[in-house]
């Protein structure tokens, strides 16, 4: 699957098919999408897989241009749209094709979908949004973090003390009330993010729960990427400090 | 007085596009054409591609460090030319003016499907620039435009020439062959986009009046600046 994208030429790829996967973490601000990504990589590694992370707004091209416009609040809702689509196109194409291509695992902690659900909330339509990440390489698996919106509440809070303003989507005037306009932002991307799921092939993971369990549920649907199967370390004695998770040979699970 | 909106994109205003390779004579006539219509009384907008500020100090730097691909390229153009559009070319078309563009999508269909990129996927993410009221396109051979670039000494610029595509490592050639590749495709646009096709080649003053007589007829019962203020 990696190699193709979802239906734009992308001029100067190279033509052959990359050795490397591609693995996409998504979830809303409080959903463990970090905490996973990090314990994900973690593990890959120790698998003896060269991982590359990358997230949104991050490349050297344009960052300086959405914090200012950010800053500003000046930008109308189509520019900005495609001032983040230039930002993603410049990582995918100096970051994850290489990384690609030198056969290392790319873990992105977002990807085009948040991009997509971000402008639709902000006016864009959803074929205009679908088309315009046309360009962007089809993952080889998508494991969306799904929280309940008061989870993310207090996630949010124990983190940062206070409700991130875009995040609430303050931006887009649904309430004057931060924690209202959170509770309705969150509503509105969720109902993108469904429609996603089917059409984008979104693996959902309940991540109501704790770290360790969302953690192994991913690593489920993970490990089948590389041809090995995935058994569950044996549950810890009540009492005992926690295991470290690893995938152990099946052989010597079962024995 | 009533104000019948424009039939391509529903708004008071008029839209007219000047449209062709650099060195057409294109930014002269419009210049021109919108001197005559501001002494007959419209109110004029008057706007030129690449003059917005948000992101030109980027495409400058990506440009200079060789940072940009074919699609970084289009998306920041299309980012320059949205900001520009939702800021300076919407405004007065709602409020009943002549905008006059010099350059506008079309340059970037052209531009990027020169490049490479996918023509459909360029017209998606332009598909919030509304269809013009008139697209005049002025043709005229490289061999002119070339002629004209290298006698005005204006320095050739390395994006402009196309040297990012690797056509060839001389200058003038690069610029012969990619300025060519502008052209063949804004002849085929031309004719299903429906552009009035322009003789290039002819006289200033040749041209300006025929570009004058072409748009007198859309310009019959349209309100002048000070039926306007009086309509408030």
New interface residues.
Partial sequence: MTGRTYGTRLPGMPKETPSGKLIVVEGADGSGRTTEVALLREWLEVEGHAVVDTGLRRSDLVSGEIDQAKQGHTLAATTMALLYAADFADQLENKIVPALAAGSTVLADRYIYTLMARAIARGASREYARKLYGFALRPDLVVFLDARPEILLHRSIGKYGSLDYWESGMDLCLSRDLFESFFLYQALLSQEFAWMEKEYGFHFVDANRAPEAVHLEVQRLVAPLYGTRFVEPRRPPRGSAPRSVSRVPRRAASA | MPKTPSPNHGFPGRLFVFEGLDGSGKSTQAALLGKWLQSNGYRVFFTEWNSSE??SS?IRR?KKKG?L????FS??H??DF??RF??KILPPLRAGYLVVCDRYAYTAFVRDAA????P??VR??Y??APRPDRVFYFQVPVQITLKRKLSSRLKMNYYEAGMDLGLSDDLVESYERFQGRLKREYDRISETDGFRVVDATRSVETIQSELRADLKPMLVNFPTGEALMHDG
């Fill in positions: 948000l992101v980027t990506g940072l691909t074919p699609t970084t998306l920041l299309a980012v949205a900001d939702e800021r490049r490479g990129c996918d459909a996927w998606t993410i598909s919030f």
